[in-house]
């Protein structure tokens, strides 16, 4: 892996009319979420780079590319010159430990190396994740958080998301200026992971089923105030004024609103039209859970040769006893982040849309 080498000169432009973004992984759950918001603003010019783009948007440019490798992505920033990159793109939490280092840790090393060869490119701002940091359940602060950058650290998606953290700050200097926005579980129309299995558990009629006893506290996050969060640093990142205390900063970015998450789950089975009682609940123990899920990792292991993994890992269960508790006050201070306003609505309009793509048989 190459070391990153910033040019020492000013070369930061006071204004830019007419930006030119790239977004890595734009046409993923949130990245689309966050193109749509940028085109909001008739000058801005948008480049979604990503394997396998869909080419749904006027205004857009699209690059099929891995992130990963280095003739590609310089190619696309020669042709471009972006002003700004908002870095989404990430392998899903469940994939192998090979394709977690190749995008995440290799990947952004390249979209580094790449800006910081790009004269025109002063703005990187990485979406980082609640599994590259270790739980806390009281309101931790950014100052206070360790990431799980520990050598033994097994789960490749979370180590991986907390080395690029690592990079992307590194990284921030005269010519570039970089963020990181950490997301906890993100929700809102148009997911791809969270809402569907919500949707399945109903459909199978699993959603009365609670894993442990529901007591440790969880963030969540709407995909529009995710989205917002990524804008809000970036516009900082470019304006050398607000720029200060928003470069080479990470941010925690959520609803503002922990609770347990089954009773997260449960607000959006209402929502869907499928409430779930208290005395309806079936309890399946946690050590029961672990077992069940090391019994499938191992079983997958055997099966593929590594080379897959489940849905439900060991570690996704464990996450359910170990929770997230953030404070999203430097967010508010510092980029004027405002979490969604009202969470119920933001469920009600989610699991709205969710009924109409998942109707079921
Ligand atoms: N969803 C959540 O609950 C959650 C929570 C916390 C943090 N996050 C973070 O938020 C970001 C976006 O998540 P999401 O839920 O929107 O995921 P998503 O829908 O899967 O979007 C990610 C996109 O990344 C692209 N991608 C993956 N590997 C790539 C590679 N090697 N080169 C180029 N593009 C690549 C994929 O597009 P192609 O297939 O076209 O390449 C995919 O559409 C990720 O960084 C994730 O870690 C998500």
Redesign the pocket.
Known sequence: MATLNAPSMERRPSTIAATRYII?????????KIVEKLLIDPSANVTI??????QTRDRVSYF?????SDAEVRSIFNEIKPHAVI???????NDTAD?HY???VE?TNVLLKAALSTPETVAFVY?????AVKPSQEPLTEDKAELYVDADWHHP?GKT?AMAEGLVLKANGDHLKTAVI??????GEG????VPHLMESIHKNEHKTQVGNNTKMFEF?YVDK?AEAHILATQALLDPVRGEGVAGEAFFISDGKPQPFFDFARKCYAAAGSPVEADEVSVVPLVVAQAMASTGEWAYKVLTFGSRTPHTRRDDVDHLDQGTCWSIEKAKQRLGYEPVADQDEAIRKTMEWAKIKFPGN
């Open positions: 890595t992984g734009g046409s993923g759950f949130l990245g689309n780079l990503s394997r396998n783009p869909k099929a590319a891995d992130i990963s870095h989404t793109a990430s392998p899903l939490h394709a190749q995008t995440n990947g979406t980082s994740s609640e599994s998606y998301k950490r997301l906890p579980g993100l929700y997911d791809t992971v969270f996050v995710a």
